[in-house]
Nanobody, 117 residues
């Protein structure tokens, strides 16, 4: 059974930083494509960043230069370092694990990030 458990969300001031973590179990983590997505109310879930088993990364244009995704295969954990946070980054973030880019993969329960002064 796949489990993805997110942590590290919360409230931060504009310009601040947060680091999200996603601990995975029940998957072949080292071979998995790990990603972070986010979803605002009434909108579709969108890709924020993903990292392949090779270490190659992809980012949404809106977060390039501000967010960094990384993985620790020894800990079965993927991270999202978020710097220079903006009010528009205020949404629920979801961890995703998949074996390829075709299927939807598995999802975490989601974690709230709020950017507000």
């Amino acid at each position: 059974q796949v489990q993805l458990v997110e942590s590290g969300g919360g409230l931060v001031q504009p310009g601040g930083s947060l680091r999200l973590s996603c601990a995975a179990s029940g998957i072949k983590f080292i071979r998995s494509i790990m990603g972070w997505y986010r979803q605002a109310p009434g909108k579709q879930r969108e890709l924020v960043a993903r990292i392949f088993s090779s270490g190659i990364t992809n980012y949404a244009d809106s977060v390039k230069g501000r967010f960094t995704i990384s993985r620790d295969n020894a800990k079965n954990t993927v991270y999202l370092q978020m710097n220079s946070l903006k009010a528009e980054d205020t949404v629920v973030y979801f961890c995703n694990a998949r074996s390829n880019l075709i299927g939807p993969g598995s999802w975490g329960q989601g974690i709230q990030v709020s950017v507000d002064s």
